[in-house]
C-alpha cells in the first residue's frame, strides 16, 4: 500500500513543532530561563491551535509560560478567524486535556469542562515522580539525598524529553520539584521524604513553595518524630501569617515516634489550631492511644477550624472519652471550650478501635457536641448489644429533632438478634428514617426477618445485612411480610446461605423497589433453577436496576445461561454477575 503523502499544512507544522522544541530545550541548557521567541506567537491562528496539539508537556508549558501576553486585551495578538483577538485559555486548556489523557487514559474527573489541566497534568506528573522516588529509595543500594536522584527514561519521555535526557536540568527530581511543584494542590508523601538524612529540608521548602495552593496532604507508611511533625506543620503556614490553606490532612498507615503521653507536638496543635479551612482529619491505621485520641479530641473542641470529617479509624483508642462527664449529666465539661470544629463535623469513623460499652456511654456525650453529624460509623468494635442499647437514646433524639443524622454502621459488633430488634423497632417507628444502615457481619440469625421486613417498610434507601445468618427461614420470612412500594435503592443480602429462598425474594423485592439500582447477593448458596427465577423477575420488573451480584454460587453452566442474561444490560454492561469458572471450584466458607 502507498504511503499517505503529507499535507503541506502538516508539514509546516512539524516544522515549525521540531523548531520550537529545539529552540526550547537549546535555550533552557544554555541559559536556564530564555523565553521562547516571539515570532511564534505571530504564526497565523490555525497554525497556531493546530501546533498546540503537536507539542510535547515540556515544550507547550513553556510556550504557555513564555506568552507575552495573558489576556487578550494586554497583547496585540493575531486574529482568530472570526475576527477576535486570540485568547489564550480554551486552545492550552484542551491541548492539556488531550495530553492527560493520553498519558492517564483511566483517570477520571466528574466536571471535566472547569478544570485547569495544565495544573492537573503537572501535578500528577509530580507525584509520579514522587512516588518513584520512594519506591527507588527504598532499595539497598540507594545512599543519599533523594533531590538529587534521577527521574526515570519512562517518565521524561512521556514529558518530551526524548533526545535531551542527559541534560541536568532535567534528570533530577529537585528539577522537577522547583519547575512543577507550584502546580500541585496535594501531594502523598511516603516514609523516605520523612528521614532527615535524605529529605527533611527538601520536603520543608517544597511545602513553603506550595504553601498558597497546597490543599490536600497525605502521609503514608511513615515514621513521624515530633520535631518532623512540628517542621511540616510549620512549613505549611501562608508566608508572613500564621495560617495555612490545607483542607484535607491525612496520616494513613504509620506512626508517631517518641508520643508524649500528655501533649501532642507542639506544631501540630498549633496546625489544627490554625487550619481554618481545615476540612478533614484522617488519622487512619496509626497506632494511635487513648490519650492521644483524647488530646486530640481536647484540640479540637477548642479550634475555630470548620472540621467535616474525622476519621480515627484502626487504632486502639478504647476508653478516649473516659473524662467526660458521667452519663447522668452527659455533656463535655465546660472548661474544654465549645469550639466549632465538631459542631461542625459531619462525618465520624472511629471502626476498628476495640470499642466497648463503657466507650459508647462516653461517645453518647461527645456526640451532643456534634449537632451537624451526618454519618456515624462504629464498625468492627465490640460493642455488644449493650452497646447499641446505650447508643439507641442518641439515635432516637437526634432524628426526632431534625438532625442531619443519615448513616448508621454497625459492622461486626456482636451485636446479636435481641439488640438489633431493639434498634430496628425503634428506628421502624420514627417519622424521619434512615438513608442508610448497615447490620452487616453481625450474627443476628433468621429471628431478625421479622423486625427487618418492618424496617423495610421505613424510607431506607441503603441497606447492608450481608453476613447475618438469615438463611432460608429469614429470606421466606421477608417473602411474605413484603406487601407495600419500597424505597430501596442499594441493598446488600450476601453470605446468608439462603438457598433457593433467596432468589424468591429477589423476585418479590424487585417487583416492590422500582428505585433499585445494586444488588448484592453473592455466597447465598443458591441452586441453578435460581437463575430461571430471576431472569423472569427481571423481565416483569419497571425498576431501574443497573448490577445484581450472583457470584460465588458454584454454579455449572450450562450453554442456554449465555441467552438467558444476554438480554439484560445497562448502559452496555450486563445487569446480571454471574459466577466465573475459576470460582467453581472454590467455595466460600463464612464459617467462623
Given at each position: 500500500?502507498?504511503?499517505?503523502?503529507?499535507?503541506?499544512?502538516?508539514?509546516?507544522?512539524?516544522?515549525?513543532?521540531?523548531?520550537?522544541?529545539?529552540?526550547?530545550?537549546?535555550?533552557?541548557?544554555?541559559?536556564?530561563?530564555?523565553?521562547?521567541?516571539?515570532?511564534?506567537?505571530?504564526?497565523?491562528?490555525?497554525?497556531?491551535?493546530?501546533?498546540?496539539?503537536?507539542?510535547?508537556?515540556?515544550?507547550?508549558?513553556?510556550?504557555?509560560?513564555?506568552?507575552?501576553?495573558?489576556?487578550?486585551?494586554?497583547?496585540?495578538?493575531?486574529?482568530?478567524?472570526?475576527?477576535?483577538?486570540?485568547?489564550?485559555?480554551?486552545?492550552?486548556?484542551?491541548?492539556?486535556?488531550?495530553?492527560?489523557?493520553?498519558?492517564?487514559?483511566?483517570?477520571?474527573?466528574?466536571?471535566?469542562?472547569?478544570?485547569?489541566?495544565?495544573?492537573?497534568?503537572?501535578?500528577?506528573?509530580?507525584?509520579?515522580?514522587?512516588?518513584?522516588?520512594?519506591?527507588?529509595?527504598?532499595?539497598?543500594?540507594?545512599?543519599?539525598?533523594?533531590?538529587?536522584?534521577?527521574?526515570?527514561?519512562?517518565?521524561?519521555?512521556?514529558?518530551?524529553?526524548?533526545?535531551?535526557?542527559?541534560?541536568?536540568?532535567?534528570?533530577?527530581?529537585?528539577?522537577?520539584?522547583?519547575?512543577?511543584?507550584?502546580?500541585?494542590?496535594?501531594?502523598?508523601?511516603?516514609?523516605?521524604?520523612?528521614?532527615?538524612?535524605?529529605?527533611?529540608?527538601?520536603?520543608?521548602?517544597?511545602?513553603?513553595?506550595?504553601?498558597?495552593?497546597?490543599?490536600?496532604?497525605?502521609?503514608?507508611?511513615?515514621?513521624?518524630?515530633?520535631?518532623?511533625?512540628?517542621?511540616?506543620?510549620?512549613?505549611?503556614?501562608?508566608?508572613?501569617?500564621?495560617?495555612?490553606?490545607?483542607q484535607h490532612f491525612s496520616i494513613n498507615t504509620s506512626s508517631f515516634l517518641e508520643i508524649n503521653p500528655v501533649s501532642l507536638p507542639p506544631g501540630f496543635v498549633s496546625f489544627i489550631s490554625s487550619g481554618r479551612s481545615l476540612c478533614s482529619l484522617k488519622l487512619h491505621d496509626n497506632h494511635l492511644d487513648r490519650n492521644f485520641a483524647w488530646m486530640l479530641f481536647s484540640v479540637l473542641l477548642d479550634a475555630?477550624?470548620?472540621?467535616?470529617?474525622?476519621?480515627?479509624?484502626?487504632?486502639?483508642?478504647?476508653?478516649?472519652?473516659?473524662?467526660?462527664?458521667?452519663?447522668?449529666?452527659?455533656?463535655?465539661?465546660?472548661?474544654?471550650?465549645?469550639?466549632?470544629?465538631?459542631?461542625?463535623?459531619?462525618?465520624?469513623?472511629?471502626?476498628?478501635?476495640?470499642?466497648?460499652?463503657?466507650?459508647?456511654?462516653?461517645?453518647?456525650?461527645?456526640?451532643?457536641?456534634?449537632?451537624?453529624?451526618?454519618?456515624?460509623?462504629?464498625?468492627?468494635?465490640?460493642?455488644?448489644?449493650?452497646?447499641?442499647?446505650?447508643?439507641?437514646?442518641?439515635?432516637?433524639?437526634?432524628?426526632?429533632?431534625?438532625?442531619?443524622?443519615?448513616?448508621?454502621?454497625?459492622?461486626?459488633?456482636?451485636?446479636?438478634?435481641?439488640?438489633?430488634?431493639?434498634?430496628?423497632?425503634?428506628?421502624?417507628?420514627?417519622?424521619?428514617?434512615?438513608?442508610?444502615?448497615?447490620?452487616?457481619?453481625?450474627?443476628?440469625?433468621?429471628?431478625?426477618?421479622?423486625?427487618?421486613?418492618?424496617?423495610?417498610?421505613?424510607?431506607?434507601?441503603?441497606?447492608?445485612?450481608?453476613?447475618?445468618?438469615?438463611?432460608?427461614?429469614?429470606?421466606?420470612?421477608?417473602?411474605?411480610?413484603?406487601?407495600?412500594?419500597?424505597?430501596?435503592?442499594?441493598?446488600?443480602?450476601?453470605?446468608?446461605?439462603?438457598?433457593?429462598?433467596?432468589?424468591?425474594?429477589?423476585?418479590?423485592?424487585?417487583?416492590?423497589?422500582?428505585?433499585?439500582?445494586?444488588?448484592?447477593?453473592?455466597?447465598?448458596?443458591?441452586?441453578?433453577?435460581?437463575?430461571?427465577?430471576i431472569c423472569s423477575a427481571l423481565k416483569l420488573s419497571k425498576g431501574s436496576l443497573e448490577r445484581l451480584d450472583l457470584t460465588g454460587n458454584n454454579w455449572d453452566y450450562q450453554p442456554n445461561h449465555a441467552s438467558m442474561v444476554a438480554e439484560f444490560h445497562h448502559n452496555g454492561r450486563p445487569i446480571l454477575i454471574l459466577p466465573s469458572y475459576l470460582a467453581v471450584d472454590v467455595p466460600y466458607d463464612d464459617?467462623?
Amino acid at each position: 500500500m502507498a504511503r499517505k503523502v503529507p499535507s503541506l499544512i502538516s508539514l509546516v507544522i512539524e516544522t515549525i513543532k521540531r523548531e520550537v522544541v529545539h529552540d526550547i530545550y537549546k535555550k533552557t541548557a544554555a541559559a536556564g530561563d530564555d523565553d521562547v521567541r516571539p515570532d511564534i506567537y505571530d504564526i497565523p491562528s490555525h497554525l497556531f491551535n493546530r501546533l498546540l496539539t503537536k507539542l510535547p508537556p515540556l515544550a507547550l508549558h513553556k510556550l504557555e509560560t513564555d506568552m507575552p501576553f495573558k489576556d487578550c486585551n494586554d497583547y496585540e495578538a493575531p486574529l482568530n478567524d472570526d475576527g477576535r483577538k486570540r485568547g489564550r485559555n480554551g486552545n492550552f486548556d484542551s491541548a492539556w486535556k488531550a495530553l492527560f489523557k493520553l498519558r492517564w487514559p483511566d483517570r477520571f474527573y466528574p466536571s471535566e469542562t472547569q478544570l485547569d489541566w495544565r495544573r492537573i497534568y503537572w501535578q500528577t506528573h509530580l507525584q509520579n515522580c514522587l512516588d518513584e522516588a520512594a519506591e527507588l529509595a527504598l532499595l539497598p543500594s540507594f545512599d543519599g539525598c533523594i533531590g538529587e536522584m534521577n527521574v526515570s527514561d519512562c517518565i521524561l519521555k512521556c514529558i518530551g524529553c526524548e533526545g535531551h535526557v542527559n541534560h541536568p536540568n532535567y534528570s533530577k527530581l529537585s528539577y522537577h520539584c522547583q519547575q512543577f511543584g507550584h502546580y500541585a494542590s496535594c501531594l502523598r508523601l511516603q516514609n523516605v521524604f520523612c528521614v532527615a538524612e535524605t529529605c527533611v529540608d527538601g520536603l520543608c521548602k517544597l511545602l513553603i513553595q506550595n504553601s498558597e495552593t497546597l490543599t490536600s496532604l497525605e502521609f503514608i507508611y511513615c515514621k513521624l518524630s515530633p520535631t518532623f511533625v512540628s517542621a511540616i506543620c510549620g512549613s505549611l503556614n501562608v508566608v508572613n501569617t500564621h495560617t495555612h490553606g490545607i483542607q484535607h490532612f491525612s496520616i494513613n498507615t504509620s506512626s508517631f515516634l517518641e508520643i508524649n503521653p500528655v501533649s501532642l507536638p507542639p506544631g501540630f496543635v498549633s496546625f489544627i489550631s490554625s487550619g481554618r479551612s481545615l476540612c478533614s482529619l484522617k488519622l487512619h491505621d496509626n497506632h494511635l492511644d487513648r490519650n492521644f485520641a483524647w488530646m486530640l479530641f481536647s484540640v479540637l473542641l477548642d479550634a475555630s477550624c470548620s472540621l467535616s470529617i474525622l476519621d480515627l479509624s484502626d487504632n486502639n483508642i478504647a476508653g478516649w472519652l473516659c473524662n467526660l462527664n458521667g452519663k447522668s449529666k452527659c455533656k463535655v465539661p465546660l472548661s474544654l471550650g465549645i469550639g466549632k470544629s465538631l459542631q461542625s463535623l459531619r462525618v465520624l469513623n472511629i471502626r476498628g478501635n476495640d470499642l466497648h460499652k463503657g466507650d459508647v456511654e462516653s461517645l453518647r456525650c461527645a456526640l451532643v457536641s456534634m449537632p451537624n453529624l451526618e454519618i456515624l460509623d462504629i464498625s468492627d468494635n465490640p460493642i455488644e448489644d449493650d452497646g447499641i442499647r446505650c447508643l439507641i437514646p442518641y439515635i432516637i433524639e437526634a432524628l426526632d429533632r431534625c438532625s442531619p443524622l443519615a448513616e448508621l454502621y454497625l459492622e461486626n459488633c456482636e451485636l446479636s438478634c435481641s439488640g438489633a430488634t431493639e434498634l430496628l423497632d425503634s428506628l421502624s417507628n420514627l417519622k424521619r428514617p434512615l438513608n442508610s444502615l448497615s447490620l452487616a457481619d453481625n450474627g443476628l440469625g433468621s429471628e431478625v426477618a421479622g423486625p427487618l421486613q418492618k424496617f423495610l417498610g421505613t424510607a431506607i434507601k441503603t441497606l447492608n445485612v450481608g453476613g447475618v445468618g438469615l438463611g432460608s427461614l429469614g429470606f421466606q420470612e421477608l417473602e411474605k411480610g413484603l406487601m407495600t412500594e419500597l424505597k430501596l435503592v442499594d441493598i446488600n443480602i450476601s453470605k446468608n446461605r439462603g438457598g433457593f429462598e433467596t432468589a424468591r425474594f429477589l423476585a418479590k423485592l424487585m417487583s416492590l423497589a422500582p428505585n433499585i439500582i445494586t444488588i448484592n447477593t453473592a455466597y447465598n448458596i443458591m441452586p441453578l433453577e435460581s437463575l430461571t427465577v430471576i431472569c423472569s423477575a427481571l423481565k416483569l420488573s419497571k425498576g431501574s436496576l443497573e448490577r445484581l451480584d450472583l457470584t460465588g454460587n458454584n454454579w455449572d453452566y450450562q450453554p442456554n445461561h449465555a441467552s438467558m442474561v444476554a438480554e439484560f444490560h445497562h448502559n452496555g454492561r450486563p445487569i446480571l454477575i454471574l459466577p466465573s469458572y475459576l470460582a467453581v471450584d472454590v467455595p466460600y466458607d463464612d464459617d467462623p
